[in-house]
Each structure stands twice: as structure tokens, then as C-alpha cells.
């Protein structure tokens, strides 16, 4: 386990009874804990990270994908990282990585769409995020392979790994 003090701010400008604050809370800390342990690209070694993660709706997340990406449509997760990549040997105490919004709108329609809970699909929107965060895209191919492996190895760590229903 990693030796670190991780931060995070959360808030849930939308509400769901399955995915209440104290929810995001008691599993957001344990995949971002995950996600620093199986990743390989965030070397830095700091005492503490912070993040923010916001769980917005629809509106405001067509709102943010419209003025960061010049695409006027909701999209369900963003990630804005704060840190600068081409700094890898500073020993730096703290770091913030940067901010993730989620939208909660989203969640629930792939949730329903990919036929599994509300908690993994968040879980899923959440790691893919936070590896943003650490320098994770898939903008080719390559990237996007090796950042979805990654995602899936993190998720079958946890409660959270995909469950395929047999027909």
C-alpha cells in the first residue's frame, strides 16, 4: 500500500439515492489508491495529493464540454489535470492533480445500457478520470489500449469489476 495522504473534494451538485456523497467518499479514496498503486506513468513520489470530483448533470456537463472541447453535447466524464508531466524528478511535498466532473445523468443511462450497476459504471467514469489525471489519453491507439487495460485491471482490484450476465 501506498504510503500517501490523498485529498479529495467532493461535490454532488446532483442527487441519487444510490450514489450519495458519503458513498462517492468511502470509494473514491480506495480506487484512487488503486489506480496509484497499478499505474505507471504518475512516478512522482509527493506525502500528499489532492483532487476535486464533482458530480454535476446534464446541463452543466454540456456546459464544460462545450467551452474546454468545442462540443456542444453532454459527455460523461471530464478531467482537467493541474499538474505538469515534464517536471518528473521534482520532490514535491504536495501535489494537486487536478479536477473531475461526472455526470450523474450519464451514469445511470450506461449503467442501464451496458446492463450493469449504477456504483460500477460510476466506479468506471471515476478511474478513467483520475488516470486522466495521471497523464493517461487515448488519443491513438496505442494509448487508448494501454489506458483501457489499466482501467480494467483497477476495477477487477475492487468490488467493482465488470460482471458479464449469462444468457
Known amino acids: 500500500m ?3 495522504n490523498l485529498i479529495s473534494g467532493i461535490k454532488c451538485h446532483a442527487r441519487s439515492k444510490v450514489l450519495t456523497k458519503k458513498w462517492w467518499e468511502i470509494n473514491i479514496q480506495n480506487l484512487a489508491l488503486i489506480s496509484l498503486e497499478t499505474q505507471t ?3 512522482l513520489k509527493p506525502k500528499t495529493l489532492s483532487f476535486d470530483l464533482q458530480i454535476i448533470k446534464n446541463p452543466e456537463m454540456q456546459r464544460l464540454n462545450f467551452e474546454y472541447r468545442n462540443i456542444n453535447k ?3 466524464v471530464l478531467s482537467f489535470p493541474a499538474w505538469d508531466q515534464s517536471f518528473p524528478n521534482l520532490n514535491l511535498q504536495f501535489i494537486s492533480l487536478g479536477d473531475i466532473f461526472i455526470c450523474q445523468n ?3 443511462e450506461q449503467a442501464f445500457d451496458y446492463g450493469h450497476s449504477i456504483e460500477r459504471e460510476a466506479a468506471f467514469l471515476f478511474v478513467h ?3 486522466h489525471l495521471l497523464g493517461y489519453d487515448h488519443e491513438t491507439k496505442n494509448d487508448e489500449e494501454e489506458m483501457f487495460n489499466l482501467q480494467k485491471l483497477i476495477l477487477e482490484k475492487t468490488k467493482f469489476k ?3 450476465p449469462i444468457l
Open 41 to 43: 506513468k504518475f512516478t
Open 2 to 4: 501506498i504510503n500517501l
Open 129 to 131: 478520470g483520475f488516470l
Open 162 to 164: 465488470r460482471i458479464i
Open 74 to 76: 453532454s459527455t460523461d
Open 106 to 108: 450519464k451514469i445511470e
